[in-house]
C-alpha cells in the first residue's frame, strides 16, 4: 500500500473543508466560530457534570473506588457499541452506497489504497462526535483521582485499538450484510440491522439496571452488593482492556501490558480481517447494492387514506409536498424503521421511571415527592424530543439533496415549503411527547393537577421543538450529505440542540410556579386568592407565547433567506 495514493484520496475532502472555511462570507465564518464556541461550552459542561458526578462516587466510603470503576466499565461498553453500530452504517455508506465511487473506481488506484482511504473516512465520520463526548469522562476521572502524566499517556495509548476495531468489525459486518443478501432486500435488511443493533443496545443498559449500584438495599447481604460491585465484564472483551489501563493509570499501578497489548493487535487485528474479506466480497457487495429497493409500505392504499386524511387542511400544492415526503420517506427502509428505535426508546423511559425506588414515598409529603419527581421529568421528556426532532425534523429540508433546485425553481412561496417539511412531524412529536409525559406522571403517582401540567408543556414543547427543527435545518441545510444521520451529527444540529434545550428549559422554569403554588395550597387545605390565580394562569400564558414563537419565528427567518441559497448543483 502506498501512503501516498491513501493521502491523495483524503486530500480532496480535507481540502474541502478548509476551503469551505477559508472562502466563506464574514456571516459564515462568523456562524462556524458561534458552532465552535458553542460546542466548547458543551465540552465544558459535560465535564463539569461527570467530574461532579466521578467525584461524588469516589467520596462514597469503602466502595467508592469499586463504583467508579463500575460506572467506567458501564460508560466504556456503551461507547464501544455505539462505535461498533455507527461505524457498520458509516462503511455501508462510505464503501458502497457513496456519490463519488463511480468516479474513485474508475480511476487507476490500488484496491488496496482505496479501502484504507475509505476506512479512515469511516472511523472519521463515526468516530469523531463519539470521542468528543467521551473525552469528559477520561478528563473528569483523572482531575477526581488526582491522576498525572502517566495516566494521560494511558489513556492516548488505549484509544487507537479502542477506536479501531470498532472501524474494522463495522467494515466486516457491511460487507458480509451487503454480499450475503438478496439484491431485493439488501437494503431492509441493512437498516434493520441497525435498528436491532442500537435496540438491544438501549435494552442491555436498561437490563444491567444501573441504579442498583448505588442501593444497597436491594440485595439480601454486604457480601453480595460488593460482589455484584465487583463482577467483571466479559474476560475477551475490548471495553474489559481498556478498563484495565485506565483503571491501573488511575491508582498508579503497574500498567497491564497484556491488557494494553490486546487492544492495540486487536485494533490491527480487525482491520486486517476487514481487509481481506472486503477484497473477496467487494465486487458482489457493490453490484447488489445498486438493486432498486422495494416501495410495497409507499404504495399501501391503507397509507394514502390516511394522508389524504391528514393533509386535507393544506393547500393543494403543500399537500402534495407532505404527500411525496412521507411516501419518500416509507420508500426508504433506512428511514421508517427507525421508528422501532423510538418505540424502544418510549418503552425504556417507562421501564426507567417504574425502576425508581418510590416505594417509601408514602402520606402527603411522600405523595408532593411523587409529584415533584414527575414535574422533573418533563425535561427528559424534552430532550428526548429533541433527539427524534434532530433526526427527523432538523434533516427534512436537507433530504431535497441536489434535486432542491426543481423545488427552487417551482411557482412555491419558501414558507410554503417548510410549512410542508413541518406538518408530517408534528403529530408523531405530539403522540411521543405525550405519551411519555402523561405515561412517567402515571407510574410515578402523579396527580391529577401535575398530570395536566406536563400534557400542556409536552405539548407546548413539540410545537416548539418542530418550528426550531424545520427552521434551523432550512437555515443551515446541507445539500451534499448522503445520509440523513450525518445531517442529524453536523454542527448544525449541535447548535438546534442547544435552542431546543434552551426551549425546554424555559418552559420547565415557567411551570414550576404554578405546580409549586398548587401544592402549596393542596397542603395549606384553602383556595387561591387573586395573586395566586395570576400565578396559576399567566405561566401557562407564558409557555404558549414561548413555544408559539419558536413555531413560527425560525419557519419565517429561515423563508426569508432560503430562496437567496446558491442552488446545490450551481
Given at each position: 500500500m502506498s501512503p501516498k495514493a491513501v493521502a491523495a484520496l483524503l486530500w480532496p475532502r480535507l481540502a474541502g473543508q478548509?476551503?469551505?472555511?477559508?472562502?466563506?462570507?464574514?456571516?459564515?465564518?462568523?456562524?462556524?466560530?458561534?458552532?465552535?464556541?458553542?460546542?466548547?461550552?458543551?465540552?465544558?459542561?459535560?465535564?463539569?457534570?461527570?467530574?461532579?458526578?466521578?467525584?461524588?462516587?469516589?467520596?462514597?466510603?469503602?466502595?467508592?473506588?469499586?463504583?467508579?470503576?463500575?460506572?467506567?466499565?458501564?460508560?466504556?461498553?456503551?461507547?464501544?457499541?455505539?462505535?461498533?453500530?455507527?461505524?457498520?452504517?458509516?462503511?455501508?455508506?462510505?464503501?458502497?452506497?457513496?456519490?463519488?465511487?463511480?468516479?474513485?473506481?474508475s480511476l487507476p488506484v490500488r484496491r488496496e489504497a482505496f479501502f484504507y482511504a475509505r476506512l479512515i473516512d469511516t472511523l472519521v465520520q463515526s468516530s469523531w462526535m463519539v470521542l468528543f463526548f467521551g473525552a469528559p469522562v477520561f478528563v473528569a476521572y483523572g482531575f477526581a483521582y488526582g491522576a498525572g502524566l502517566t495516566y494521560a499517556l494511558a489513556v492516548l495509548a488505549v484509544l487507537p485499538g479502542f477506536v479501531l476495531m470498532p472501524a474494522g468489525i463495522g467494515v466486516t459486518v457491511a460487507s458480509l450484510l451487503v454480499s450475503g443478501i438478496p439484491a431485493q432486500r439488501v437494503r431492509e435488511a441493512m437498516a434493520f440491522l441497525g435498528v436491532l443493533a442500537l435496540g438491544a443496545v438501549l435494552i442491555l443498559i436498561r437490563l444491567l439496571r444501573p441504579e442498583r449500584l448505588v442501593n444497597a438495599e436491594d440485595f439480601r447481604s454486604l457480601a453480595a452488593y460488593i460482589a455484584e460491585l465487583q463482577t467483571p465484564a466479559p474476560l475477551l472483551f475490548p471495553p474489559r482492556w481498556a478498563v484495565e489501563v485506565v483503571e491501573a493509570a488511575l491508582r498508579d499501578k503497574e500498567l497491564p501490558w497484556l491488557e494494553l497489548g490486546l487492544l492495540s493487535t486487536g485494533g490491527i487485528a480487525a482491520v486486517g480481517v476487514a481487509r481481506q474479506i472486503t477484497a473477496v466480497v467487494y465486487d458482489q457487495a457493490r453490484a447488489k447494492a445498486q438493486a432498486a429497493r422495494a416501495a410495497r409500505l409507499a404504495r399501501s392504499g391503507a397509507l394514502d387514506k390516511i394522508l389524504a386524511l391528514w393533509t386535507a387542511p393544506l393547500s393543494p400544492i403543500v399537500r402534495s409536498i407532505v404527500i411525496k415526503d412521507v411516501k419518500a420517506f416509507f420508500r426508504d427502509p433506512s428511514q421508517w424503521s427507525q421508528l422501532f428505535v423510538v418505540a424502544a426508546i418510549v418503552a425504556i423511559a417507562m421501564a426507567s421511571a417504574s425502576a425508581m425506588p418510590t416505594d417509601f414515598l408514602n402520606g402527603p409529603v411522600g405523595q408532593y415527592l411523587r409529584e415533584a419527581l414527575a414535574f422533573g421529568a418533563l425535561a427528559l421528556v424534552g430532550?428526548?424530543?429533541?433527539?427524534?426532532?434532530?433526526?427527523?425534523?432538523?434533516?427534512?429540508?436537507?433530504?431535497?439533496?441536489?434535486?432542491?433546485?426543481?423545488?427552487?425553481?417551482?411557482?412555491?412561496?419558501?414558507?410554503?415549503?417548510?410549512?410542508?417539511?413541518?406538518?408530517?412531524?408534528?403529530?408523531?412529536?405530539?403522540?411521543?411527547?405525550?405519551?411519555?409525559?402523561?405515561?412517567?406522571?402515571?407510574?410515578?403517582?402523579?396527580?391529577?393537577?401535575?398530570?395536566?401540567?406536563?400534557?400542556?408543556?409536552?405539548?407546548?414543547?413539540?410545537?416548539?421543538?418542530?418550528?426550531?427543527?424545520?427552521?434551523?435545518?432550512?437555515?443551515?441545510?446541507?445539500?451534499?450529505?448522503?445520509?440523513?444521520?450525518?445531517i442529524a451529527a453536523g454542527p448544525s444540529a449541535m447548535l438546534f440542540m442547544l435552542a431546543s434545550t434552551a426551549l425546554v428549559l424555559g418552559v420547565a422554569v415557567l411551570e414550576v410556579i404554578p405546580v409549586g403554588i398548587s401544592m402549596s395550597l393542596r397542603f395549606q387545605e384553602r383556595d387561591p386568592n387573586g395573586a395566586e390565580w395570576l400565578g396559576l394562569l399567566l405561566p401557562h400564558l407564558g409557555v404558549a407565547v414561548l413555544s408559539g414563537i419558536a413555531l413560527v419565528a425560525p419557519i419565517r427567518i429561515a423563508a426569508a433567506r432560503l430562496w437567496a441559497r446558491e442552488l446545490p448543483n450551481s
Open positions: 478548509r476551503n469551505r472555511f477559508a472562502r466563506a462570507s464574514l456571516g459564515e465564518r462568523r456562524t462556524i466560530t458561534a458552532f465552535g464556541a458553542l460546542g466548547f461550552g458543551a465540552w465544558i459542561g459535560l465535564f463539569a457534570l461527570f467530574g461532579w458526578l466521578v467525584y461524588t462516587a469516589y467520596g462514597v466510603e469503602v466502595f467508592g473506588p469499586i463504583i467508579t470503576r463500575r460506572l467506567l466499565e458501564m460508560l466504556l461498553v456503551g461507547l464501544f457499541s455505539l462505535l461498533c453500530f455507527s461505524n457498520t452504517i458509516a462503511a455501508i455508506s462510505s464503501l458502497y452506497l457513496s456519490d463519488d465511487l463511480e468516479l474513485l473506481l430532550f428526548i424530543m429533541a433527539s427524534l426532532s434532530a433526526r427527523f425534523q432538523f434533516t427534512a429540508v436537507s433530504l431535497e439533496g441536489r434535486a432542491f433546485w426543481i423545488v427552487r425553481t417551482a411557482p412555491l412561496h419558501p414558507q410554503a415549503l417548510l410549512v410542508a417539511k413541518l406538518w408530517p412531524g408534528l403529530l408523531p412529536m405530539v403522540v411521543v411527547g405525550e405519551v411519555l409525559a402523561l405515561g412517567i406522571g402515571q407510574i410515578l403517582g402523579a396527580g391529577p393537577v401535575v398530570l395536566a401540567v406536563t400534557a400542556f408543556s409536552a405539548l407546548a414543547m413539540a410545537l416548539g421543538i418542530s418550528g426550531l427543527a424545520v427552521g434551523m435545518g432550512a437555515l443551515y441545510p446541507d445539500f451534499k450529505a448522503d445520509n440523513a444521520a450525518r
